[in-house]
C-alpha cells in the first residue's frame, strides 16, 4: 500500500500528481561506506582541534609552570646546578602530566561530540534506519519528518505537507513549502525558483508534514557550506560549580600572593637575602596556588559526561550534572519511556463484538471486523514510523488479504494532523476510476465517537468497553469512515460524515525494570509522575504496574485548560498521573511544579514539547524517537529511551557531585599544611623546610590524586537513600570549608609538634626536613582516605576499589624511597638519614591522623562533611 500527499493546505487545486511513491531501495551499505572513503564526513569544518602541541603550549602559559621556572632560575643564580635541573625536570613532569590529563579530555569530548551529531534516518538496501548525521552520503534517501533537522541538501522524491524552515540561510522566518520534483500545476508558480520549491538544505528545520529526499551535496558541498556559515552552539552561562570555584580561586590566589610579598619583604630585612626570599616567596605561592582547582572541574564534568553517556544518557550541558543531584520531580511519558514501544493490535471491537488476536498464531481477519483494520491502516502513514502506525500495517499485511495490492495506486489528497481542539488524525484518498474520495479517521475513542455522530446511550456503551480493556493496560484506539465529493477541503474534518467503526487495542508492555526504577527513585526522595495523552483508564493500569503512587487522583488535560494557575500548583502537590494531556499543557505542569519550589525533569520527543523541556530545569529528550527540535531544547539525551536510564543518570549525577566536592575538600586540606610550613621556619627563624624541589614533588601527588583518583571513585553506599540536595546550596559550604581547614590544621600541627621534638632532641636540619616531608607525605595518603568516604569507616575506605588509587601510593612510595635512599637525589631535596625511631613517629602521626579524624566524623553532630 502506498501513499502520499499531493495536496498542500492553502492550495485546494493541487495536481494530485505529487503521491508518495513506493519507498525507495536507497544505496547499499558497501557503496554508502565507498562514498563516505571517497567524499568524507558530512560536515562543515570543526574548530582546531587542541593537539599535543597546542595544548603544551597552554599549559607552559600556567602559573604553576612559570613559577617552576622562576624558582629554577634562581637556584642557577645561587649556584645551585642539582636544585636548578630538579626543578626544570619538575616542570617538564608537570607538563607532560597535564598534557595527559588534557589530550584523555580532549578524546572524551572528541566522542560526545560524535554522539551529539543530529541523527539522520536513511533508507538504504530498503531498509529504513537511522544513523549519525555525519555518515549521511551523496546519494543516500533521507526520510524527512516534522521536528527534523535537514542532514544535507537533497532533492524532494515525495512529500505531504511540507514545510521547511530555512531562516538560518534566508533570515526569515515565514516557513517554506517543499513540493517533489517534477511536480506540475497551480501550486508552484508562484515560486520564483522552481528548483529551491523542491529542495532541502542542510540546517534547515522540518516545521511541518513528511517526505522522502534524495541527497546530493553533503558538507561543505552544501549551501550552508558554500557561503561559509557555522552551526555554533549557543553561549551557555557558567555553571554554579564554575561560578564557585572561581571565586575560591581568586579568594586563594590574591591570599597567596599577599603572603608571598610579605614573606619576601620580611626575609629580605630580617636576614638580608633577597635571593633566599623570593625562593621563599615562591615556595609559598607555589603552596597556596590553588591551579588544580578549575582543572579538577573541567576533568570531573567531562569525564562525568562521559560516563552517564555510558549509561546511554547524552549531556548536552555540563550544568546538568550539577543539576541532576537536586531533581525533586521526574515527569515522564509512558508510551515508549516506560513501555518497550513495541505495539502489537491484540484486540478489536466492532459492531458489539470482540475479537482477541495471537500474534503468533493470526489468520485471516473475519469479514466484520476487516473494514475496522483497513481504514485503520489508511489513517496511518503510507511509511510509518510510529510504533502504533507500524502495528496497524503489520496486522493489514498479515490479517487481509491482497492487502499489498488492494491501495497502492491510491493517491493521499489531503489529510488533518491531530490538534488539541480535535484528538483524531484524517486522511483523505483518491481511488483511481471511482468518483468522490474516501475518507479514514483514527484517533481517541471520545473523539471519533463524537465524530461518527454515536448517540448517547451507544457513546457511554463505548466508552465502558474502552474503559475495561484500557483497566487492562491497552492503548485503545477508534476509528472512523467518510465518503467526500472532492476538494475544496473543509477546515476541520468534523464536516465530513462519519460511520463509526469499532475500537482498536493495542498492547505495549511495561519495561521490565521500570518499577525497581520507580521504587529507586522513591527511595531518593524523588517523585515519578506520567503525564501521558493515553486515555485516563490506560494511565491509570500503567501507573499501578509501575508503582507509581496514584493515591492522590488523576488530572486530565482538559482538567489542566480549565484549572487556573493557582489551582494547578495546588493540585500538583498531590497528583501523579496527568493523562490526555496535550504538548502544550506540559508547560503548565511544569511551572506549576516549579512555582511550588520543585526541580523538575521533564521528558518529551515532539516539536511542541520542546517549550516544556526549555522551561523544566533537566530537560529529556529523547534519542530514538525524538525530534531533532526537542533534542536541541533538551539538557540531556536518552539514547535509548528508557526510563531506568534517568534513573542511572541521577545516581551518576549524584556520584559525581559528590566525588567533585571530595577533591575540592581534600584540595583544600592539603594545602594548609604544606603553606603552614612554609611559613613556619620564617616565625621561628629556622632555615627553610620546604623548598620548590619540595614543592613541585608534592604537586605531582595532589594533581594526579585530585584529578584521577577521586574522580574514579565509587559511589557511597546511601547515594540512592538521601533526599535531593538543595540546588541552591553551595558547593563549599561553611561547615564543608571548615572540615577541610580543620583536617590541614591537624596535619600542620602534628608536624609541627614532630620538628619541635627534633628540635629540642637537637636532630640536624637535613633530617629535621627529612622526618617534616615523610611525614607530610604520609598525612596526605591519609587524607585521601578521610576524604574519599563519607561514612566515618576506615576499613570502608581502605576496601572500596580503586585502581587508581593504590597506582597513584606505589608511584608515591616509589619516589620518596628515592628521594631518601638514593645519595644524589637525597642531597637534591637536602634530607637527612632517618632513623627506625623516625619512621616510627611517622606511623604514629598518620595512625593518630586518621583515628582522629575518622573518630570525629562518627559522632553526631559533630563538625563534618555530610553528602549533599
Known amino acids: 500500500m502506498s501513499a502520499g500527499a499531493g495536496a498542500q493546505p492553502g492550495h485546494p487545486d493541487a495536481d494530485p500528481g505529487g503521491s508518495l511513491p513506493p519507498m525507495p531501495q536507497g544505496l547499499s551499505e558497501a557503496e554508502a561506506r565507498?562514498?563516505?572513503?571517497?567524499?568524507?564526513?558530512?560536515?562543515?569544518?570543526r574548530p582546531r582541534r587542541r593537539n599535543l602541541p597546542r595544548i603544551a603550549i597552554e599549559v607552559c602559559g600556567e602559573p604553576?609552570?612559570?613559577?617552576?621556572?622562576?624558582?629554577?632560575?634562581?637556584?642557577?643564580?645561587?649556584?645551585?646546578?642539582?636544585?636548578?635541573?630538579?626543578?626544570?625536570?619538575?616542570?617538564?613532569?608537570?607538563?607532560?602530566?597535564?598534557?595527559?590529563?588534557?589530550?584523555?579530555?580532549?578524546?572524551?569530548?572528541?566522542?560526545?561530540?560524535?554522539?551529539?551529531?543530529?541523527?539522520?534516518?536513511?533508507?538504504?538496501?530498503?531498509?529504513?534506519?537511522?544513523?549519525?548525521?555525519?555518515?549521511?552520503v551523496r546519494g543516500d534517501v533521507v526520510v524527512l519528518s516534522e521536528g527534523d533537522r535537514v542532514p544535507a541538501d537533497a532533492i524532494v522524491l515525495s512529500s505531504s505537507d511540507l514545510q521547511a524552515d530555512e531562516s538560518l540561510l534566508t533570515g526569515e522566518s515565514v516557513p517554506v513549502e517543499k513540493f517533489p520534483s517534477g511536480s506540475s500545476g497551480s501550486v508552484r508558480e508562484h515560486f520564483v525558483d522552481h528548483a529551491a520549491a523542491s529542495r532541502v538544505f542542510a540546517g534547515t528545520m522540518i516545521v511541518r508534514g513528511h517526505g522522502v529526499g534524495e541527497v546530493f551535496a553533503t558538507g561543505s558541498s552544501s549551501e550552508i557550506g558554500k557561503i561559509g556559515k557555522t552551526l555554533g552552539e549557543i553561549t551557555a552561562e557558567p555553571s554554579l560549580l564554575s561560578v564557585q570555584v572561581r571565586r575560591l580561586v581568586r579568594v586563594l590566589a590574591a591570599i597567596g600572593i599577599g603572603l608571598s610579598l610579605l614573606v619576601v619583604v620580611l626575609y629580605m630585612f630580617l636576614r638580608g637575602s633577597w635571593l633566599d626570599g623570593l625562593l621563599a616567596g615562591i615556595t609559598l605561592a607555589m603552596s597556596l596556588l590553588p591551579e588544580e582547582f578549575p582543572l579538577v572541574l573541567t576533568i570531573f564534568m567531562v569525564m562525568g559526561a562521559w560516563r552517564i553517556s555510558k549509561a546511554q544518557v547524552l549531556t548536552r550541558r555540563s550544568a546538568t550534572i550539577e543539576t541532576l543531584g537536586s531533581a525533586t520531580v521526574l515527569c515522564t511519558d509512558k508510551t515508549g519511556t516506560m513501555t518497550v514501544n513495541r505495539m502489537s493490535i491484540s484486540e478489536l471491537v466492532a459492531e458489539g463484538e470482540t475479537l482477541h488476536l495471537d500474534d503468533k498464531d493470526l489468520g485471516p481477519i473475519p469479514e466484520k471486523f476487516r473494514p475496522l483494520v483497513e481504514y485503520g491502516v489508511l489513517a496511518s502513514e503510507a511509511h510509518p514510523f510510529d510504533p502504533m502506525e507500524?502495528?496497524?500495517?503489520?496486522?493489514?499485511r498479515k490479517g487481509l488479504a491482497g492487502y499489498d495490492d488492494a491501495h497502492g495506486n491510491w493517491i493521499l489528497a489531503h489529510e488533518y494532523a491531530l490538534t488539541q481542539e480535535l484528538l483524531a488524525v484524517t486522511h483523505v484518498w483518491k481511488a483511481p476510476h471511482q468518483d468522490g474520495y474516501v475518507v479514514a479517521a483514527k484517533g481517541a475513542p471520545e473523539t471519533v465517537a463524537r465524530l461518527g455522530g454515536l448517540r448517547d446511550d451507544d457513546r457511554r456503551g463505548l466508552l465502558e468497553t474502552v474503559d475495561r480493556m484500557a483497566a487492562r493496560g491497552l492503548r485503545v484506539i477508534a476509528v472512523a469512515k467518510s465518503s467526500f465529493a472532492g476538494p475544496p477541503w473543509p477546515e476541520s474534518p468534523a464536516a465530513f460524515r462519519f460511520d463509526f467503526l469499532g475500537l482498536v487495542g493495542l498492547a505495549d508492555p511495561l519495561r521490565p525494570n521500570v518499577r525497581a526504577a520507580v521504587n529507586e527513585c522513591r527511595g531518593a526522595g524523588i517523585r515519578v509522575v506520567m503525564v501521558t495523552g493515553d486515555y485516563p483508564a490506560t494511565a491509570a493500569a500503567i501507573a499501578r504496574e509501575a508503582g507509581i503512587d496514584s493515591s492522590g487522583g488523576m488530572i486530565t488535560g482538559a482538567q489542566v485548560v480549565e484549572m487556573s494557575d493557582e489551582e494547578l500548583r495546588e493540585r500538583v502537590k498531590t497528583v501523579n498521573v496527568f493523562a490526555r494531556t496535550l504538548p502544550e499543557q506540559k508547560l503548565r505542569l511544569v511551572n506549576a511544579f516549579k512555582s511550588g519550589g520543585e526541580v523538575v525533569a521533564m521528558t518529551g520527543d515532539g516539536v511542541n514539547d520542546a517549550p516544556s523541556l526549555k522551561a523544566s530545569h533537566i530537560g529529556i529528550a529523547m534519542g530514538g524517537r525524538g525530534t531533532d527540535v526537542a533534542r536541541e531544547a533538551s539538557a540531556i539525551v536518552l539514547l535509548d529511551d528508557d526510563f531506568s536510564s534517568i534513573v542511572?543518570?541521577?545516581?551518576?549525577?549524584?556520584?559525581i557531585y559528590d566525588n567533585v566536592r571530595k577533591a575540592m575538600g581534600f584540595l583544600l586540606a592539603v594545602h594548609v599544611p604544606i603553606a603552614g610550613l612554609s611559613l613556619l621556619p620564617i616565625i621561628f627563624g629556622w632555615p627553610l623546610i620546604l623548598t620548590p624541589v619540595h614543592i613541585a614533588f608534592l604537586e605531582l601527588i595532589i594533581d594526579p590524586v585530585a584529578s584521577i583518583v577521586f574522580e574514579a571513585e565509587t559511589e557511597e553506599p546511601d547515594i540512592m537513600r538521601r533526599p535531593p540536595r538543595d540546588a541552591r546550596a553551595p558547593l563549599f559550604s561553611p561547615s564543608a570549608i571548615g572540615w577541610s581547614i580543620f583536617q590541614g590544621a591537624w596535619v600542620f600541627i602534628a608536624i609541627a609538634g614532630v620538628l619541635v621534638e627534633s628540635f629540642w632532641r637537637g636532630l640536624p636540619s637535613p633530617e629535621m626536613r627529612a622526618l617534616a616531608f615523610v611525614t607530610l607525605v604520609a598525612c596526605d595518603c591519609v587524607l585521601v582516605f578521610v576524604?574519599?568516604?563519607?561514612?566515618?569507616?576506615?576499613?570502608?575506605?581502605?576496601?572500596?576499589?580503586?585502581?587508581?588509587?593504590?597506582?597513584?601510593?606505589?608511584?608515591?612510595?616509589?619516589?620518596?624511597?628515592?628521594?631518601?635512599?638514593?645519595?644524589?637525589?637525597?642531597?637534591?631535596?637536602?634530607?637527612?638519614?632517618l632513623t627506625a625511631a623516625d619512621y616510627a613517629r611517622v606511623g604514629i602521626v598518620a595512625v593518630a591522623t586518621i583515628g582522629i579524624l575518622e573518630s570525629l566524623k562518627a559522632i553526631p553532630g559533630a563538625w563534618k562533611p555530610a553528602p549533599a
Open 34 to 45: 565507498r562514498r563516505l572513503r571517497r567524499e568524507g564526513y558530512n560536515e562543515l569544518a
Open 64 to 136: 604553576m609552570f612559570e613559577l617552576l621556572i622562576a624558582a629554577s632560575a634562581i637556584y642557577f643564580l645561587l649556584g645551585s646546578i642539582g636544585e636548578a635541573f630538579v626543578l626544570v625536570g619538575s616542570a617538564i613532569t608537570t607538563v607532560a602530566i597535564a598534557i595527559v590529563q588534557e589530550s584523555r579530555t580532549e578524546r572524551v569530548l572528541e566522542a560526545l561530540r560524535d554522539l551529539t551529531s543530529p541523527r539522520a534516518l536513511v533508507v538504504r538496501d530498503g531498509i529504513s534506519r537511522r544513523i549519525p548525521g555525519r555518515e549521511v
Open 390 to 396: 507500524v502495528a496497524f500495517h503489520d496486522l493489514g
Open 648 to 655: 542511572r543518570a541521577i545516581r551518576l549525577g549524584r556520584r
Open 787 to 833: 576524604n574519599r568516604s563519607f561514612s566515618p569507616s576506615v576499613v570502608l575506605a581502605v576496601r572500596r576499589p580503586n585502581r587508581a588509587l593504590w597506582l597513584v601510593f606505589a608511584v608515591t612510595a616509589a619516589l620518596l624511597a628515592i628521594t631518601l635512599v638514593v645519595s644524589p637525589v637525597r642531597l637534591l631535596f637536602a634530607f637527612g638519614i
